[in-house]
């Protein structure tokens, strides 16, 4: 399958007609991690991230099921949910 994201030297490149809904991708751009959702209704929602901390690990991961549980972990330790 291809990635509905893909990153070059101009910038991401975005394929919403291959995103499945409600599914989180990702890449890493200049040194922050993009995060790509597309909802329900087909909106696709993007969010930037620059905490170095998350950056690094996430550029060290292998798999890119592992993404949402860093964040997780993120928030619980400098609890972040309310």
Same mark, same amino acid.
């Given at each position: 399958?291809?990635?509905?994201?893909?990153?070059?030297?101009?910038? !991401?490149?975005? =394929?919403?007609?291959?995103?499945?809904?409600?599914? +989180?991708?990702?890449?890493?751009?200049?040194? *922050? /991690? @993009?995060?790509?959702?597309?909802?329900?209704?087909?909106?696709?929602?993007?969010?930037? !991230?620059?905490? =170095?901390?998350?950056?690094?690990?996430?550029?060290? +991961?292998?798999?890119?099921?592992?993404?949402? *549980? /860093? @964040?997780?972990?993120?928030?619980?330790?400098?609890?972040?949910?309310?």
């Amino acid at each position: 399958m291809t990635n509905p994201i893909t990153v070059g030297v101009e910038g !991401i490149n975005i =394929k919403p007609e291959l995103m499945e809904k409600e599914k +989180l991708y990702h890449c890493i751009f200049q040194d *922050k /991690i @993009f995060l790509v959702y597309k909802d329900p209704q087909d909106v696709l929602n993007c969010f930037e !991230i620059e905490e =170095k901390e998350l950056v690094d690990k996430v550029k060290e +991961l292998s798999n890119d099921d592992s993404v949402e *549980k /860093i @964040f997780e972990e993120y928030i619980q330790r400098e609890n972040l949910k309310h």
